[in-house]
């Protein structure tokens, strides 16, 4: 509502007697004048011919100067009309155009879409538009004389109340702030108040408030502000970080979580100088190598490595990053860094496990296998015996024949070699060790598995056969562990053929590098076979098809082959039988955590 309105009424004409114009007075008063005087002329005395001529005269210049002047006084008379008239046309084209102003002005104060409110040094309404009071479910006149406070929630009352009051300490300065209103109905909306205080000419104190609706933008960064909460407490829960990295110019941006991780204070970026610097030094060479290859051919990576915090612990991570390209044409990469320490830790832990219970399986296969090693032992031990028999007698000859009793020692030494190697063995799968990596021949491996299984396989009628691919490439593996599964895989093809009495019993052990580059180690049966519903199971822990099995021998097995990077599988045979295989990498690259 308008603080005052102008009104104009339109100009009216009162009808007025009509009245002699001046000219038209200083006319009738010559034609008095003139007649005056030629009555004088006639009545009156007779005066001289010339008298009489030169009084007509000055009449008759007297009426021409009253003629002269009356058209002189009748210019001007009919030019002040006619400015009168147009000044009084000007008038009311002022007042037309200031009242289609005013309401122009009055149309847009009511219904313009942003709420406008006056206010006093008290507070109290003085004019609110059409749209504001509308917008808060009001009449104008509810509004009207009302505390402005009354469309505040209770809790900011106190903060409009020290916005208004500066406002009226600083005149003609612009004061603006976000802040919940109620509406009638009770519901609220968010608005951003620009408000300014001046003074009128009556010397009051008013502030001028214009309000804008801001309650779906507060929706929005609400939302935001809720999502970014729920993405901070996911990887603050995840021990997930996420990170930018623009390579043109080295800048990275990191989550505050990545700040976490990583043990430094949060600033809006950091340089690769600086993360490298917290990289344990083993592993920041391969770490730069990543980085620098990544730079140059912009394509997702993934890499592990170890971080040495400043108190000395060490943590492991996990980053894999995402290769976009920004509107600028520049390469950037967007990744996430996992906090893996507890998992490896974890994986660790789980790994000594593995050990103690592959330690004891090795221990109870080869108690199991008992005999077969006693037999591999006495062969040797008993070459031993009658070569040094053989020897004594060369030498009590009458001519003792030395030549016979160097070979009958050299026999002796080569047997007693052999027994010991197969006392080594024993004695490498007994132990408890850790795992060692190193290069390994597969072939040399199998073949030293072969040695003690002989007995085994003779008593049970198995023929073996060997299909060794030579010179295979070495493989990176650890030899104990690599020959446990051999050996594991080949006594479940014994016992798988134990009930087979219809054909020969054999068993092939077969190498091959594939054409992935691996090293391919088969082990075949041709025994009972596996049905397809166990074959699923075969590798899960406690699981077994033998009646007094502990069902942990081929779970230990896949985990060892897993732990090389392989991957152990059964498969049914086309004819009779069953064929377990495992791969081998040739070498071990550089892996995530």
Same mark, same amino acid.
């Given at each position: 509502?308008?603080?005052?309105q102008?009104?104009?009424?339109?100009?009216?004409?009162i009808?007025?007697?009509?009245?002699w114009s001046a000219?038209?007075w @200083? *006319? /009738?008063?010559?034609? =008095?004048?003139?007649? !005056?005087?030629?009555?004088?002329?006639?009545?009156?005395?007779?005066? %001289? +011919?010339?008298?009489?001529?030169?009084?007509?005269?000055?009449?008759?210049?007297?009426?021409?100067a009253?003629?002269?002047?009356?058209?002189?006084?009748?210019?001007?008379?009919?030019?002040?009309?006619?400015?009168?008239?147009?000044?009084?046309?000007?008038?009311?084209?002022?007042?037309?155009?200031?009242?289609?102003?005013?309401?122009?002005?009055?149309?847009a104060?009511?219904h313009?879409?942003?709420?406008?409110?006056?206010v006093?040094?008290?507070?109290?309404?003085?004019?609110?538009?059409?749209?504001?009071?509308?917008?808060?479910g009001y009449?104008?006149?509810? @509004? *009207? /004389?009302?505390?402005? =406070?009354?469309?505040? !929630?209770?809790?900011?009352r106190?903060?409009?109340?020290?916005?208004v %009051? +500066?406002?009226?300490?600083?005149?003609?300065?612009?004061?603006?702030?976000?802040?919940?209103?109620?509406?009638?109905?009770?519901?609220?909306?968010?608005?951003?108040?620009?408000?300014?205080?001046?003074?009128?000419?009556d010397?009051?104190?008013i502030?001028?408030?214009a309000?804008?609706?801001?309650?779906?933008?507060k929706?929005?960064?609400?939302?935001?502000?809720?999502?970014?909460?729920?993405?901070?407490?996911?990887?603050?829960?995840?021990?997930?970080?996420?990170?930018?990295?623009?390579?043109?110019?080295?800048?990275?941006?990191?989550?505050?979580?990545?700040?976490?991780?990583?043990?430094?204070?949060r600033?809006?970026?950091?340089?690769?100088?600086?993360?490298?610097?917290?990289?344990?030094?083993?592993?920041?060479?391969?770490?730069q190598?990543?980085?620098?290859?990544?730079?140059?051919?912009?394509?997702?990576?993934?890499?592990?490595?170890?971080?040495?915090?400043?108190?000395?612990?060490?943590?492991?991570?996990?980053?894999?990053?995402?290769?976009?390209?920004?509107?600028?044409?520049?390469?950037e990469?967007?990744?996430?860094?996992?906090?893996v320490?507890?998992?490896?830790?974890?994986?660790?832990?789980?790994?000594?496990?593995?050990?103690?219970?592959?330690?004891?399986?090795r221990?109870?296969?080869?108690?199991?296998?008992?005999?077969?090693?006693?037999?591999?032992v006495?062969?040797?031990?008993?070459?031993?015996?009658?070569?040094?028999?053989?020897?004594?007698?060369?030498?009590?000859r009458?001519?003792?024949d030395?030549?016979?009793?160097?070979?009958?020692?050299?026999?002796?030494?080569?047997?007693?070699?052999?027994?010991?190697?197969?006392?080594?063995?024993?004695?490498?799968?007994?132990?408890?060790?850790?795992?060692?990596?190193?290069?390994?021949?597969?072939?040399?491996?199998?073949?030293?598995v072969?040695?003690?299984?002989q007995?085994?396989?003779?008593?049970?009628?198995?023929?073996?056969?060997?299909?060794?691919?030579?010179?295979?490439?070495?493989?990176?593996?650890?030899?104990?562990?690599?020959?446990?599964?051999?050996?594991?895989l080949?006594?479940?093809?014994?016992?798988?053929?134990?009930?087979?009495?219809?054909?020969?019993?054999?068993?092939?052990?077969?190498?091959?590098?594939?054409?992935?580059?691996?090293?391919?180690?088969?082990?075949?049966?041709?025994?009972?076979?596996?049905?397809?519903?166990?074959?699923?199971?075969?590798?899960d822990?406690?699981?077994?098809?033998?009646?007094s099995?502990?069902?942990?021998?081929?779970?230990?097995?896949?985990?060892?082959?897993?732990?090389?990077r392989?991957?152990?599988?059964?498969?049914?045979?086309?004819?009779?039988?069953?064929?377990?295989?495992f791969?081998?990498?040739l070498?071990q690259?550089?892996?995530?955590?």
């Amino acid at each position: 509502m308008l603080d005052s309105q102008v009104l104009v009424l339109p100009m009216m004409r009162i009808p007025t007697k009509k009245s002699w114009s001046a000219e038209q007075w @200083l *006319l /009738g008063g010559m034609a =008095l004048a003139l007649a !005056a005087t030629c009555i004088g002329l006639l009545l009156g005395p007779q005066p %001289a +011919a010339s008298a009489h001529l030169i009084a007509l005269a000055l009449l008759i210049a007297s009426l021409a100067a009253a003629l002269l002047m009356m058209g002189v006084v009748g210019r001007t008379h009919r030019q002040m009309e006619a400015m009168s008239r147009g000044r009084a046309s000007g008038e009311e084209r002022a007042i037309e155009a200031l009242r289609n102003s005013e309401a122009q002005w009055k149309e847009a104060f009511e219904h313009n879409p942003v709420m406008y409110f006056m206010v006093d040094a008290m507070g109290l309404v003085l004019s609110v538009n059409t749209f504001g009071a509308a917008q808060l479910g009001y009449t104008v006149d509810e @509004l *009207l /004389g009302q505390s402005v =406070l009354r469309v505040f !929630a209770a809790e900011d009352r106190e903060m409009v109340q020290r916005n208004v %009051a +500066a406002c009226l300490e600083n005149i003609g300065q612009t004061h603006n702030w976000e802040i919940r209103k109620i509406r009638k109905d009770g519901s609220r909306l968010w608005v951003r108040e620009n408000a300014k205080a001046v003074r009128r000419q009556d010397d009051r104190l008013i502030v001028l408030i214009a309000c804008e609706d801001i309650t779906e933008r507060k929706r929005a960064e609400n939302a935001l502000q809720q999502s970014e909460m729920y993405l901070s407490e996911a990887q603050r829960l995840s021990h997930t970080g996420s990170f930018g990295w623009h390579v043109a110019s080295g800048e990275v941006i990191w989550s505050e979580e990545t700040f976490r991780i990583f043990g430094f204070d949060r600033a809006p970026s950091i340089k690769h100088a600086t993360v490298l610097q917290r990289i344990h030094p083993d592993d920041r060479a391969r770490v730069q190598r990543t980085i620098d290859s990544a730079s140059l051919d912009g394509k997702d990576f993934e890499h592990g490595y170890r971080l040495l915090m400043p108190d000395g612990a060490i943590k492991y991570v996990h980053a894999r990053a995402h290769a976009v390209t920004a509107p600028s044409g520049d390469t950037e990469f967007i990744g996430a860094v996992t906090d893996v320490t507890a998992r490896k830790r974890a994986e660790a832990e789980l790994h000594e496990a593995q050990t103690n219970l592959a330690h004891v399986t090795r221990v109870t296969a080869l108690g199991e296998l008992a005999a077969s090693i006693a037999h591999e032992v006495n062969q040797p031990l008993a070459a031993v015996v009658a070569n040094a028999a053989a020897c004594l007698r060369w030498l009590n000859r009458a001519a003792p024949d030395l030549n016979e009793a160097r070979g009958a020692v050299r026999s002796i030494i080569s047997d007693g070699n052999r027994a010991g190697e197969v006392i080594q063995r024993v004695r490498a799968l007994v132990n408890k060790t850790t795992g060692q990596m190193a290069p390994l021949d597969t072939n040399e491996a199998i073949n030293q598995v072969i040695g003690l299984l002989q007995h085994e396989l003779q008593s049970h009628l198995v023929s073996l056969q060997l299909d060794l691919a030579p010179a295979l490439p070495p493989v990176v593996a650890d030899r104990v562990q690599l020959q446990q599964v051999i050996l594991n895989l080949v006594v479940n093809g014994i016992e798988a053929m134990q009930p087979v009495t219809d054909r020969p019993r054999e068993l092939v052990i077969r190498t091959h590098q594939d054409d992935a580059g691996q090293i391919l180690v088969t082990v075949t049966d041709c025994g009972v076979g596996v049905a397809t519903e166990d074959a699923e199971r075969l590798f899960d822990a406690f699981y077994t098809t033998k009646a007094s099995g502990m069902g942990m021998g081929l779970s230990i097995c896949r985990s060892i082959v897993e732990a090389h990077r392989g991957r152990l599988s059964v498969s049914r045979n086309i004819g009779p039988g069953t064929t377990f295989q495992f791969t081998l990498p040739l070498h071990q690259e550089d892996h995530a955590w």
